[in-house]
């Protein structure tokens, strides 16, 4: 590259604002974001001399991850050790996070690192705290829902509100 890649990024935005394309007051915030984008591409190319299409790694062998967790236990696919729960602290020891190990094996990212008792009374105690509802915008949704429902209730022809006679 014989332009730095601030210069880059300057003739970028500025031939989409020459263009028409993009508003002048936009102008700062689209020469970062491209600087950005310049550099991770510039950061790609000095990895592998060209710049390489992103592929997902493999595992060299695939590993059966559901093996590894059973009722009871999770064992760590590191190091066979088992537990009811693969703790953060744990894959830390092997220079892994949760996401990098489900990523190394081939764990769906929805799969809860512990034994299946473990998640199933985890789930349970969610279920019953239902966390979610104190989320501000589960909130407002719900508040809106509740609105709806209750504009209709108004609207709407009574219907089985009749009284039946015993
Ligand atoms: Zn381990």
Redesign the pocket.
Known sequence: MSQTLLEMAKDLVMAQIEAQRLPPDEMHAALQQTYASLQALKAQEDVNGTVAVVTPERPSKPVNWRKSITKHAVT?L??R?SFKQLSVR?LK??GLDGRSYRAKYGIPRTQPLSAKETTAIRKEIVQRSRPWEKAPTYLKAHEKAQKAVAQRKRTAPRKGTVKKKA
């Open positions: 760590c590191e190091c050790a744990h020891d092997h």
